[in-house]
């Protein structure tokens, strides 16, 4: 179990070669698979870019799919400086969206209040659902992860029904009314900006969101017991902080940044929800947003970019390159495994390499 | 400057590099033959910009005990590890028997006759004593073990360098002598004659390091050659030939052990004068500030707490002495809010702290220098100013409203590295890049900055250098003096002889003594240490 932790920890601000280095590696297992598909790798990665860049309507829509990377990678990223992982990101966005859809269709309110009352039960609906994992992992033993994949499912199916009792549009059957358009979140400035691209007020928020990470990290006194407990939990408990308290709050602020996202996907893009069989990618999505980005604000921001970019230039390089879709998925895979790979090769080091640094670093103190 | 040797076995060892040029020892290798068994010429090891070894020599002949002395990072471990094939050399050469050899690992150095006892012991605790002496080697018998052959070798080897152990008792069931007895004949069934031990006697009781000491003399006197780590000068003036001294990766010089003293050892050890005694004031003791009233824990085993009194005054320091697991860890831990007690009472003044949450226990008045500073003392990876604040860090001025406050936490780092001479080139430089004996003067600087009414000092020198422990023992009886009540809690008996003002003995979760320090000696102690309880020893 220590080794997992060291593991995990690995992941944390390694610097800035691994993440570049694996995202060169990434696009050149890539361009090897294409080329033996027989694709010619510089013509689909050229479609790629195309695609994402090409026009203000693309780059509005890539921006568009980077809000809930985003959002769901910073998630993921607050849960692991804790020392969790949070892989419940998919369940507690779904919960966000469904918040967002009920207040959004079934409550009347004026304009700007109903948008903000929909967010605000959005956000809270996904950390509730997060903080329950901190909950069964604190009180009950059980491992966050494991309990975490369940409440996925759990979510899912729970908003299936909840959408098909309560708010079902009768002649669609397949989703839920459209929400009062009192408590859309479009950004009439942003999309005119984008030739309509499909950008809402919830895109900056998701970037109002870095600083906000990064604020409550450093500049409260929570963010410092949080990361207290992550960096060294036997201290943090030397220190009186209560562990297993900590890991609920950790999971409700985690669960909060993954039900805005959601709650976005309604109020800011569709207008609906969606009944659904299978989770939006988004959730895992974030996890490897978020140890692409070393757990850090700015690093998830820079992450979110590129996988936004990979997976919404995806459909170009297929159009122009006949190359498939999942041609993308694989580069982020192993852009993620080379990330993996180096976190696990530090972990394992992590004695030998603290103790060499440790040694070189004491020694210059003790000259000076 | 080369370390040579001639055909009459004189030794003459010219020594480091411009820090004591041209002097040199001279000694007798005392009825050993010709050639040493081993010679390390000038080994360096780098690890990155780090050198752990500068050119260093060392030569070893057969009969010989050989202490490498130095302090705690002088890098005695890594040239041993270059030894035993752990780490390749980035420069010098090694000779066995005048032939040089390139030891590429472990496996390589049993093949050479080396081994090598650890600090830790590398046993199977679930196997018998004959089963773990021969594991990986064992005598066969078509595909079986020839278990009565094995136990035959166990036991003539035993007999003949008096390692007494019984072959068929489980790891788990013999005491730690026993188990540093068992890794000892390992290494002669492998057939070593190069024996190296990384400071053995760490964990023995004094009985124990007695013993030891008695088998190193009788495997030297049957020709075996024996490299002693260790920064003990009292154990390397009882048994060792010779002495090798390395202070910062360099070495300081070979010099024969009947030709020196302590003081002489500790100066080149440390590189500078050292003074033993510790100025203590007399002991004026106040009104009782902890009561620990037979507390016990839920659980069994040797270290559990299992009915534990005593008290401490005002201005005492009450010393804890044991050897390790005997639940030392467990009192620590139950007196600091860390783990829970089924039954019993600890009373700070009139005011019960058992069972209570870590922060109201030191919010009460507790001080505590935790056993192990690196992952319950310290956040490794925090800054350094963090790290001073790290259990005020929710008071104002360190938040306020919520929000954490940087600059006066910073402030506050800059008072406690002033005050307590914390060298650190930066506050903001992470925990983990400190030295051993600076990460401890951080932990000391903020415990004592609240002004506690009792400080609990677990191993307060463990791993440390002369300087640091010094620095230490300095504040402990700082505080003391002051009026503070202190638990030293230490496995090194010297260091509780020195400061305590009264000692109780613990042994499998029990105080079985107490006695005060001026009417002990280290051999009654010992003997309580192993369990046996004090008897014409009166109640303090």
Same mark, same amino acid.
């Given at each position: 179990?220590?080794?997992?932790?060291?593991?995990?920890?690995?992941?944390?601000?390694?610097?800035?070669?691994?993440?570049?280095? !694996?995202?060169?590696?990434?696009?050149?297992?890539?361009?090897?698979?294409? &080329?033996?598909?027989?694709?010619?790798?510089?013509?689909?990665?050229?479609?790629?870019?195309?695609?994402?860049?090409?026009?203000?309507?693309?780059?509005?829509?890539?921006?568009?799919?980077?809000?809930?990377?985003?959002?769901?990678?910073? !998630?993921?990223?607050? *849960?692991?400086?804790?020392?969790?992982?949070?892989?419940?990101?998919?369940?507690?966005?779904?919960?966000?969206?469904?918040?967002?859809?009920?207040?959004?269709?079934?409550?009347?309110?004026?304009?700007?209040?109903?948008?903000?009352?929909?967010?605000?039960?959005?956000?809270?609906?996904?950390?509730?659902?997060?903080?329950?994992?901190?909950?069964?992992?604190?009180?009950?033993?059980? =491992?966050?992860?494991?309990?975490?994949?369940?409440? =996925?499912?759990?979510?899912?199916?729970?908003? =299936?029904?909840?959408?098909?009792?309560?708010?079902?549009?009768?002649?669609?059957?397949?989703?839920?009314?459209?929400? *009062?358009?009192?408590?859309?979140?479009?950004?009439?400035?942003?999309? &005119?900006?984008?030739?309509?691209?499909?950008?809402?007020?919830?895109?900056?928020?998701?970037?109002?969101?870095?600083?906000?990470?990064?604020?409550?990290?450093?500049?409260?006194?929570?963010?410092?017991?949080?990361? &207290?407990?992550?960096?060294?939990?036997?201290?943090?408990?030397?220190?009186?902080?209560?562990?297993?308290?900590?890991?609920?709050?950790?999971?409700?602020?985690?669960?909060?940044?993954?039900?805005?996202?959601?709650?976005?996907?309604?109020?800011?893009?569709?207008?609906?929800?969606?009944?659904?069989?299978?989770?939006?990618?988004?959730?895992?999505?974030?996890? &490897?947003? *978020?140890?692409?980005?070393?757990?850090?604000?700015?690093?998830?921001?820079?992450?979110?970019?590129?996988?936004?970019?990979?997976?919404?230039?995806? *459909?170009?390089?297929?159009?122009?390159?006949?190359?498939?879709?999942?041609?993308?998925?694989?580069?982020?895979?192993?852009?993620?495994?080379?990330?993996?790979?180096?976190?696990?090769?530090?972990?394992?080091?992590?004695?030998?390499?603290?103790?060499?640094?440790?040694?070189?670093?004491?020694?210059?103190? =003790?000259?000076? | 400057?080369?370390?040579?040797?001639?055909?009459?076995?004189?030794?003459?060892?010219?020594?480091?590099?411009?820090?004591?040029?041209?002097?040199?020892?001279?000694? /007798?290798?005392?009825?050993?033959?010709?050639?040493?068994?081993?010679?390390?010429?000038?080994? /360096?090891?780098?690890?990155?910009?780090?050198?752990? #070894?500068?050119?260093?020599?060392?030569?070893?002949?057969?009969?010989?005990?050989?202490?490498?002395?130095?302090? #705690?990072?002088?890098?005695?471990?890594?040239?041993?590890?270059?030894?035993?094939?752990?780490?390749?050399?980035?420069?010098?050469?090694?000779?066995?028997?005048?032939?040089?050899?390139?030891?590429?690992?472990?496996?390589?150095?049993?093949?050479?006759?080396?081994?090598?006892?650890? @600090?830790?012991?590398?046993?199977?605790?679930?196997?018998?004593?004959?089963?773990?002496?021969?594991?990986?080697?064992?005598?066969?018998?078509?595909?079986?073990?020839?278990?009565?052959?094995? +136990?035959?070798?166990?036991?003539?080897?035993?007999?003949?360098?008096?390692?007494?152990?019984?072959?068929?008792?489980?790891?788990?069931?013999?005491?730690?002598?026993?188990?540093?007895?068992?890794?000892?004949?390992?290494?002669?069934?492998?057939? %070593?004659?190069?024996?190296?031990?990384?400071?053995?006697?760490?964990?023995?009781?004094?009985?124990?390091?007695?013993?030891?000491?008695?088998?190193?003399?009788?495997?030297?006197?049957?020709?075996?050659? $024996?490299?002693?780590?260790?920064?003990?000068?009292?154990?390397?003036?009882?048994?060792?030939?010779?002495?090798?001294?390395?202070?910062?990766?360099?070495?300081?010089?070979?010099?024969?052990?009947?030709?020196?003293?302590?003081?002489?050892?500790?100066?080149?050890?440390?590189?500078?004068?050292?003074?033993?005694?510790?100025?203590?004031?007399?002991?004026?003791?106040?009104?009782?500030?902890?009561?620990? +009233?037979?507390?016990?824990?839920?659980?069994?085993?040797?270290?559990?707490?299992?009915?534990?009194?005593?008290?401490?005054?005002?201005?005492?320091?009450?010393?804890?002495?044991?050897?390790?697991?005997?639940?030392?860890?467990?009192?620590?831990?139950?007196?600091?809010?860390?783990?829970?007690?089924?039954?019993?009472?600890?009373?700070?003044?009139?005011?019960? $702290?058992?069972?209570?949450?870590?922060?109201?226990?030191?919010?009460?008045?507790?001080?505590?220098?935790?056993?192990?500073?690196?992952?319950?003392?310290?956040?490794?990876?925090?800054?350094?100013?963090?790290?001073?604040?790290?259990?005020?860090?929710?008071?104002?001025?360190?938040?306020? +409203?919520?929000?954490?406050?940087?600059?006066?936490?910073?402030?506050?780092?800059?008072?406690? $590295?002033?005050?307590?001479?914390?060298?650190?080139?930066?506050?903001?430089?992470? %925990?983990?890049?400190?030295?051993?004996?600076? @990460?401890?003067?951080?932990?000391?600087?903020?415990?004592?900055?609240?002004?506690?009414?009792?400080?609990?000092?677990? @191993?307060?020198?463990?791993?440390?250098?002369?300087?640091?422990?010094?620095?230490?023992?300095?504040?402990?009886?700082?505080?003391?003096?002051?009026?503070?009540?202190?638990?030293?809690?230490?496995?090194?008996?010297?260091?509780?002889?020195?400061?305590?003002?009264?000692?109780?003995?613990?042994?499998?979760?029990?105080?079985?003594?107490?006695?005060?320090?001026?009417? /002990?000696?280290?051999?009654?102690?010992?003997?309580?240490?192993?369990?046996?309880?004090?008897?014409?020893?009166?109640?303090?």
């Amino acid at each position: 179990m220590r080794l997992w932790d060291r593991f995990l920890h690995s992941f944390i601000s390694p610097g800035l070669w691994v993440p570049f280095g !694996s995202i060169v590696l990434g696009f050149l297992v890539g361009a090897i698979i294409m &080329a033996f598909g027989g694709f010619n790798p510089f013509v689909a990665y050229a479609a790629l870019m195309q695609k994402a860049f090409g026009s203000p309507y693309n780059i509005g829509e890539m921006l568009r799919e980077m809000t809930p990377l985003l959002l769901t990678g910073l !998630s993921v990223a607050f *849960a692991f400086r804790a020392g969790l992982l949070n892989i419940g990101t998919a369940g507690q966005m779904v919960m966000g969206s469904l918040g967002a859809a009920l207040v959004g269709v079934l409550v009347p309110l004026p304009p700007i209040v109903h948008a903000i009352v929909a967010l605000f039960v959005g956000v809270l609906f996904g950390a509730l659902w997060g903080s329950l994992v901190g909950y069964l992992k604190a009180y009950r033993g059980v =491992n966050e992860v494991i309990a975490a994949i369940m409440l =996925n499912w759990v979510a899912l199916y729970f908003a =299936n029904y909840v959408i098909r009792t309560a708010i079902l549009d009768p002649q669609q059957k397949q989703r839920s009314l459209y929400v *009062a358009s009192s408590a859309r979140i479009n950004a009439d400035f942003l999309s &005119a900006l984008f030739q309509n691209a499909r950008l809402s007020y919830g895109f900056l928020l998701a970037l109002l969101m870095v600083y906000v990470f990064w604020f409550l990290l450093y500049r409260t006194r929570l963010g410092f017991e949080l990361r &207290a407990v992550g960096a060294g939990a036997e201290a943090a408990q030397y220190a009186g902080i209560r562990i297993g308290r900590q890991v609920i709050v950790t999971m409700f602020l985690s669960g909060a940044f993954s039900g805005l996202a959601g709650a976005i996907e309604v109020l800011g893009v569709y207008g609906y929800m969606t009944i659904s069989t299978v989770h939006a990618s988004y959730g895992f999505d974030g996890i &490897a947003v *978020a140890l692409l980005g070393g757990a850090t604000a700015l690093g998830t921001l820079f992450s979110a970019f590129l996988f936004a970019v990979l997976s919404y230039g995806a *459909a170009g390089m297929q159009f122009a390159a006949d190359v498939p879709l999942e041609v993308s998925r694989v580069v982020m895979a192993a852009i993620l495994f080379f990330v993996a790979a180096s976190a696990l090769v530090r972990s394992l080091y992590t004695v030998t390499l603290g103790r060499m640094r440790r040694g070189s670093l004491e020694s210059e103190v =003790n000259r000076s | 400057m080369k370390p040579k040797s001639d055909q009459a076995g004189v030794y003459v060892s010219g020594t480091t590099h411009g820090e004591k040029p041209g002097e040199s020892f001279q000694g /007798t290798t005392g009825g050993t033959e010709h050639e040493p068994i081993v010679r390390m010429v000038e080994i /360096t090891k780098r690890f990155g910009e780090f050198v752990a #070894n500068d050119r260093i020599s060392l030569d070893l002949y057969r009969g010989e005990i050989h202490a490498l002395l130095g302090e #705690n990072g002088a890098g005695k471990t890594t040239l041993m590890n270059v030894l035993f094939g752990y780490y390749q050399p980035d420069g010098g050469k090694i000779f066995m028997n005048g032939h040089e050899v390139v030891i590429k690992g472990p496996d390589m150095a049993h093949a050479l006759g080396i081994g090598m006892v650890h @600090q830790h012991f590398k046993l199977v605790d679930r196997f018998t004593v004959t089963e773990n002496i021969i594991l990986g080697a064992e005598p066969r018998a078509g595909f079986t073990i020839d278990r009565s052959r094995a +136990r035959e070798i166990v036991e003539r080897l035993a007999g003949q360098y008096g390692l007494y152990v019984d072959p068929d008792r489980r790891i788990e069931e013999i005491t730690i002598g026993a188990g540093q007895r068992v890794e000892i004949l390992k290494m002669l069934y492998r057939g %070593a004659d190069v024996l190296i031990l990384d400071e053995p006697t760490a964990v023995l009781t004094p009985q124990e390091v007695h013993e030891l000491l008695n088998i190193l003399r009788s495997l030297a006197a049957q020709g075996k050659a $024996i490299l002693l780590i260790t920064h003990k000068l009292k154990e390397i003036l009882a048994v060792a030939d010779r002495v090798t001294i390395i202070r910062r990766g360099r070495l300081v010089g070979t010099l024969p052990v009947r030709e020196t003293d302590a003081a002489t050892l500790a100066e080149m050890m440390v590189g500078r004068r050292v003074i033993f005694n510790l100025d203590k004031a007399p002991f004026q003791p106040g009104r009782v500030m902890l009561t620990v +009233r037979d507390v016990k824990e839920a659980r069994s085993g040797a270290d559990a707490l299992k009915g534990v009194s005593f008290s401490i005054r005002a201005g005492e320091i009450y010393g804890i002495a044991g050897v390790d697991g005997n639940g030392q860890s467990a009192l620590i831990e139950a007196l600091t809010g860390l783990r829970r007690i089924a039954s019993g009472e600890v009373l700070l003044e009139d005011k019960p $702290i058992h069972n209570a949450n870590p922060r109201t226990v030191f919010e009460s008045g507790v001080g505590h220098i935790p056993e192990d500073r690196h992952r319950r003392g310290l956040i490794l990876d925090f800054p350094l100013y963090e790290n001073l604040v790290l259990n005020t860090y929710y008071q104002s001025p360190y938040t306020v +409203r919520g929000l954490i406050q940087p600059l006066a936490m910073q402030k506050q780092a800059e008072r406690l $590295i002033q005050a307590f001479d914390v060298r650190a080139s930066h506050l903001n430089v992470p %925990a983990r890049a400190l030295s051993g004996g600076n @990460q401890q003067k951080a932990i000391i600087a903020r415990e004592l900055s609240r002004r506690p009414k009792l400080l609990i000092a677990a @191993q307060p020198t463990r791993g440390l250098d002369v300087g640091a422990i010094e620095a230490v023992h300095r504040e402990i009886l700082k505080f003391r003096d002051a009026g503070g009540a202190v638990l030293l809690i230490s496995f090194e008996l010297d260091e509780i002889l020195a400061l305590s003002d009264r000692i109780g003995v613990m042994y499998e979760g029990r105080l079985v003594g107490e006695v005060l320090p001026h009417q /002990t000696s280290e051999e009654a102690l010992g003997l309580m240490m192993a369990g046996q309880t004090a008897r014409g020893v009166k109640e303090a």
